[in-house]
Structure formats: structure tokens, C-alpha cells
């Protein structure tokens, strides 16, 4: 699989090639130098992009158009949180989206929870730092306990205290699903904490043996 972009005229892999299989309960970190594909391929993976060769399947899942966020969460690199809405509105999104059944405040309120988010709930984007913008994002990753999440640098404008703590909470409330997890980063800590590295070089994923990239 992989997806070429125009630039300048030229067509360029942004992913050149990338085989890859996630299964239920998998905890991937995904690693690489700055531009070497990480967010494209993670893109591919959620159906927001189209692979310009090769395809994505989700056998489990079913068909690419259903996947967002219901079965699929991304938390995107850059700030996504929708600006009118107060972090609770963002957060209950998702459940709104997927017209969940049950009590959408205590669900939204259990989950902010989860990442000390308690006193923000009522504050706009506006109003909130980096990086509660990103541990709100990543809130609204898992409110409909999506059976993948994909993390694109998630802990990026985190302190590493802050990081490692919004990793444990997320590994922990992880613990004993089948959610699998793919976390793009460039913090080791973080990739010590995944079971599989994936490693980008230059648009090719390969799977590394965790000793080898020192991880
Ligand atoms: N929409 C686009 N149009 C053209 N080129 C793109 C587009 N999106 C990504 N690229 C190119 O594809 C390559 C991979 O970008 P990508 O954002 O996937 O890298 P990354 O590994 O996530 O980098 P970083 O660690 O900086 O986030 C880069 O060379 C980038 O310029
Ligand atoms: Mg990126």
C-alpha cells in the first residue's frame, strides 16, 4: 500500500510502501524522522486519505466509509478540537455521532476524568494550553471505546511527566480490552512502552525488532 502526492509537478510517496497487519489488543508505537510518513500513514489507516496504490482493509471492522470515528478514533498532530464547542461538547461527539444510547454526560464526565480534565469541562478551546488541547483530543479518542486508536504524537507538547502519567492513564484504561493502539512518536519512552515498533524510513514501514532501534 501506498500514497503519492503532486508536489512541484512531481509525484512523491509520502508512503511508498507499507504492509502491515494490527489485530485486536496490538500496541504499536510508530516511529520515524520527521517527514518520513508517520501521519500519512496513519491517515490511510483512519480512511480520511485514499492509498494511491495497494488498499487498506479492516476485515473486522468492515467498510472504509464506516470506520470514523465509531470503530476508528484518530487524534490528530494538530489541534482539532472544534472552537465553539466547550470541551464537553467536543468530547461527546463521538457518542453523539454514533447516536449512543445511555447517560452521554456521565460517559464524557468518566472520561475526562480519566486524564484529570475534571475542572476544564466547561471551558472553550480557546482557553486551554497545548497540551490540554491534546489530552482533550485524545478524551475523545476513547469516549466510544473505538476498537482502534490511532495517536499521532500524542504526548508532543507534553512536559515528560505530564506525557508518561496521560500514557499510563491511557494504558491502563486500555488494560484487558481488545482496543489496539497505534502511537506515533519520537519520545523512546513512549516507544519502550508499546509491544511492536513500527519504524517509517522514508515512506517504508518495517517492523523493528525493539532492541535495534534502541527502544
Ligand atoms: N497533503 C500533502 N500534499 C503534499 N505532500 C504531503 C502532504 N501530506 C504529507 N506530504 C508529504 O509527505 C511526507 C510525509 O509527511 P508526514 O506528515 O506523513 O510525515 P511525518 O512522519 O508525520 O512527520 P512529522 O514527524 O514531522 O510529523 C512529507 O514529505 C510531506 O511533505
Ligand atoms: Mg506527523
Known amino acids: 500500500m501506498g500514497r503519492c502526492y503532486p508536489q512541484s509537478g512531481v509525484s512523491v510517496a509520502a508512503v511508498a510502501c507499507a504492509t502491515f497487519r494490527l489485530q485486536a489488543g496490538d500496541r504499536v508505537a510508530l516511529v520515524g524522522r520527521s517527514g518520513s510518513g508517520k501521519s500519512t500513514l496513519l491517515h490511510l489507516m483512519a480512511g480520511l486519505e485514499v492509498p494511491t496504490s495497494g488498499a487498506i482493509t479492516w476485515p473486522a471492522l468492515g467498510a472504509a466509509d464506516t470506520l470514523l470515528p465509531e470503530k476508528i478514533a484518530l487524534v490528530f498532530q494538530s489541534p482539532s478540537l472544534l472552537e465553539p464547542l466547550t470541551v464537553n461538547e467536543n468530547v461527546a461527539?463521538?457518542?453523539?455521532?454514533?447516536?449512543?444510547?445511555?447517560?452521554?454526560?456521565?460517559?464524557?464526565?468518566?472520561?475526562?476524568?480519566?486524564?484529570?480534565?475534571?475542572?476544564?469541562?466547561?471551558?472553550?478551546?480557546?482557553?486551554?494550553?497545548?497540551?490540554?488541547?491534546?489530552?482533550?483530543?485524545?478524551?475523545?479518542?476513547?469516549?466510544?471505546?473505538?476498537?482502534?486508536?490511532?495517536?499521532?504524537?500524542?504526548?508532543?507538547?507534553?512536559?515528560?511527566?505530564?506525557?508518561?502519567?496521560?500514557?499510563?492513564?491511557?494504558?491502563?484504561?486500555?488494560?484487558?480490552?481488545?482496543?489496539?493502539?497505534?502511537?506515533?512518536?519520537?519520545?523512546?519512552?513512549?516507544?519502550?512502552?508499546?509491544?511492536?515498533?513500527?519504524?517509517?524510513?522514508q515512506g517504508i514501514l518495517i517492523e523493528a525488532d525493539k532492541r535495534l532501534v534502541g527502544v
Open 93 to 201: 461527539l463521538p457518542l453523539l455521532m454514533a447516536n449512543a444510547n445511555g447517560d452521554i454526560g456521565r460517559a464524557v464526565a468518566n472520561t475526562l476524568a480519566i486524564f484529570g480534565l475534571e475542572n476544564l469541562a466547561l471551558k472553550l478551546p480557546e482557553e486551554l494550553s497545548g497540551g490540554q488541547m491534546q489530552r482533550v483530543a485524545m478524551a475523545r479518542a476513547i469516549v466510544g471505546n473505538p476498537r482502534v486508536i490511532l495517536a499521532d504524537e500524542p504526548t508532543g507538547q507534553l512536559d515528560q511527566a505530564t506525557g508518561r502519567a496521560v500514557l499510563d492513564a491511557l494504558i491502563a484504561h486500555l488494560a484487558g480490552t481488545q482496543t489496539a493502539l497505534v502511537i506515533a512518536t519520537h519520545d523512546l519512552a513512549v516507544a519502550e512502552r508499546m509491544q511492536r515498533v513500527w519504524q517509517m524510513e
